[in-house]
T-cell receptor, first 112, second 115 residues
Framework: AQSVSQHNHHVILSEAASLELGCNYSYGGTVNLFWYVQYPGQHLQLLLKYFSGDPLVKGIKGFEAEFIKSKFSFNLRKPSVQWSDTAEYFCAVYTGGFKTIFGAGTRLFVKA | NAGVMQNPRHLVRRRGQEARLRCSPMKGHSHVYWYRQLPEEGLKFMVYLQKENIIDESGMPKERFSAEFPKEGPSILRIQQVVRGDSAAYFC?????????????FGQGTRLTVV
């Protein structure tokens, strides 16, 4: 069955630290990849997406993600986090058909 | 341009009652998706609807759950005879085309608590 794994459920960082959130998926075919963010009390918002082309994708708010096909990974990165990045982050994969599969989410807490 | 609107934001029901969750998609969007979020489990797909049609309901429990997206009005997720295990956050998303190819915009969710 297709699945999306996010390695860390909870991450705690200090401001200015670098961030990398892992995401792996299980599917051998063509995929579209997404990272969503959910700030406390708000709805999910799209951070970035990869459909094709350059595997290094730039998103909003300084986030980027790299698609490594050989590793079935789409890790999210940010060089220097801010307190306002405290949120839950979801990796999602579309493999065709009608539904996008989401990971379990990673809760990031940034200490001021 | 209003986003995806869900109401109510919070809903409390006693066991055995019915819960009706509403979702108004973004203007111009005819594709609606419902997801359920349980703690530590991420978002689980429930159902995908287009106007007046259920396209994929493979994530819907076989009993007590139903969804509709009428020609006029919001999409409704209905849970009959709720049980404690139905307590969760239910999110609706809409897009202008099929998911994965078009960005899905999410509502703020409805938090259902069954007491």
């Amino acid at each position: 069955a297709q699945s999306v794994s996010q390695h860390n459920h909870h991450v705690i960082l200090s401001e200015a630290a670098s961030l990398e959130l892992g995401c792996n998926y299980s599917y051998g075919g063509t995929v579209n990849l997404f990272w969503y963010v959910q700030y406390p009390g708000q709805h999910l918002q799209l951070l970035l997406k990869y459909f094709s082309g350059d595997p290094l994708v730039k998103g909003i708010k300084g986030f980027e993600a790299e698609f490594i096909k050989s590793k079935f990974s789409f890790n999210l990165r940010k060089p220097s986090v801010q307190w306002s990045d405290t949120a839950e982050y979801f990796c999602a994969v579309y493999t065709g058909g009608f539904k996008t599969i989401f990971g379990a989410g990673t809760r990031l807490f940034v200490k001021a | 341009n209003a986003g995806v609107m869900q109401n109510p934001r919070h809903l409390v029901r006693r066991r055995g009652q019915e819960a009706r969750l509403r979702c108004s998609p973004m203007k111009g969007h005819s594709h609606v998706y419902w997801y359920r979020q349980l703690p530590e489990e991420g978002l689980k797909f429930m159902v995908y609807l287009q106007k007046e049609n259920i396209i994929d309901e493979s994530g819907m429990p076989k009993e007590r759950f139903s969804a509709e997206f009428p020609k006029e009005g919001p999409s409704i997720l209905r849970i009959q005879q709720v049980v404690r295990g139905d307590s969760a956050a239910y999110f609706c998303a809409s897009s202008s085309g099929g998911t994965g190819e078009y960005e899905a915009f999410f509502g703020q969710g409805t938090r259902l608590t069954v007491v």
